[in-house]
């Protein structure tokens, strides 16, 4: 598996590039900004983009998505429960003093137990509300790797005090979904460093064992 990963723009979201070796297929999670950097990555590696999936409708992870679509062609993927969230990027860019992204237009709506695929990597979709409606993590069972987006931090968890936002759901899928995958999982997170789901079982103040 060819894997790269991009912190972009201001927030320096970790965009995620993943590819098939052997058939060069690929796909982008979270082109928050930057998209020439990302293209770049993607032809460096001589892959061709088959989705761009979006953890979560926050601007800083779906900034980039338009431009990226218009590049590759590639498919646009959300959980539909985060459209209302994405019919505010002008409020949301306004938040950061940010200029406002064009329009997002989603192709294709992600729900729980799906999967994505490009050439032989299949992730499957977990729904896990809480930093906002529709967050999702993507479960990469045969290389044991869990993108996170902005659910599950290093030490800490994704805040839940924007729009849309609960503590309470984020607890519980973390709980119900999160945890139930093998301590050996890596995790990719939104921001910042990696880390294996069994270090934030055992330290992550958030998830210890109340
Ligand atoms: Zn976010």
Redesign the pocket.
Known sequence: MIHEILPVGPLQ?NCSVIGDEQTREAMVIDPGDDVEQVLDLIRKHDLKVKQIVI??A?I??VGGAMKLRAATGAPVLLNQNDYALLKMLDVQAAWLGMAAPEKVKIDQSLSQADTVKAGSLVAQVLHTPG??EG?ICLYFPAETMLIA??TLFAGSI??TD?PGGSFEKIIHSLHDRVLALPDETVVVP?HGPLTRIGEERESNPFLVKR
Do not use: I, P
Request: glycine share 20%; charged share 20%; proline share 0%.
């Open positions: 979201c953890t979560h926050h800083d992870h930093h906002t967050s987006g902005d994704g805040r924007l939104g």
